[in-house]
């Protein structure tokens, strides 16, 4: 009755960390020393989500093929 269970958590951080770079369309690295470096890299230079308010001069032009 003596089971034995297996558990590799840096495997399954690293395979969670490599899942988010490639869904964020970054390749993760081959080594997994520098999938972690990678991520928290990724993390540090993403601009914050959040309500900004556009100011357009008036001056400014589009042409039309352009505009939304």
Do not use: T
Request: hydrophobic content about 35%.
């Amino acid at each position: 009755m003596g089971y034995e269970i297996n558990m590799d958590f840096y495997k399954d951080w690293i395979g969670f960390l490599r899942k988010s770079l490639m869904e964020a369309g970054y390749s993760p690295s081959k080594h997994q020393e520098d999938v972690s470096i990678q991520y928290f890299n990724l993390l540090r230079r993403m601009i914050p989500v959040r309500p900004r308010q556009v100011h357009i001069a008036k001056e400014f032009s589009c042409s039309p093929e352009l505009q939304l």
